[in-house]
């Protein structure tokens, strides 16, 4: 049982570093879950619920990364409150399309939003480019944090 514990932990946090940056899987709670198992096929001995519970809050912070990142990019420009809210849903209709749809979505998003209340083409051409680099800046940190559960996994397995 122990092996097929760290073998599906092992999977699971595989799958997980690989939905970090692709669409339509959830990335941390795959990690979370992945490191669970590989914890719990130790009994929870050498990494316990205080360490598992850290690495699920930062897990779930990672999703608010991902939401907030693109519309605060728009903000930095002065893009209209519709850009911000534009790039924040630009960024869930482009779950629906894949990769091209995650990074093409809050460019898209703000560029529309911007321009529904400007009818300015470079205004909106600059809040669909602030959007763009939140989203990539976004996506940097979940990538970091993904890495940040899995450290503090291995420091207290280690220590």
Not at 21 to 44: S, T
Not at 51 to 72: E, M
Not at 131 to 158: C, P, S, Y
């Amino acid at each position: 049982m122990t092996l097929v514990l760290w073998v599906c932990g092992v999977a699971v946090v595989a799958l997980g570093l690989a939905g970090v940056v692709l669409p339509a899987l959830p990335g941390a709670w795959l990690i979370v879950a992945g490191l669970i198992l590989v914890a719990a096929a130790d009994g929870f001995v050498r990494v316990g619920w205080p360490s598992l519970v850290l690495i699920g809050v930062i897990g779930a912070a990672s999703y608010a990364i991902d939401f907030a990142a693109a519309a605060l990019g728009t903000r930095r420009v002065g893009a209209s409150p519709r850009a911000m809210l534009g790039a924040a849903l630009g960024t869930v209709a482009g779950l629906f399309f894949g990769l091209p749809g995650l990074v093409l979505g809050p460019f898209v998003g703000a560029v529309l939003g911007e321009w529904s209340v400007q009818r300015d083409v470079r205004q909106a051409g600059r809040a669909g480019i602030a959007a763009w680099i939140g989203f990539m800046l976004g996506m940097v940190a979940k990538v970091a944090a993904a890495f940040v559960m899995i450290g503090i996994f291995a420091a207290a397995w280690l220590l």
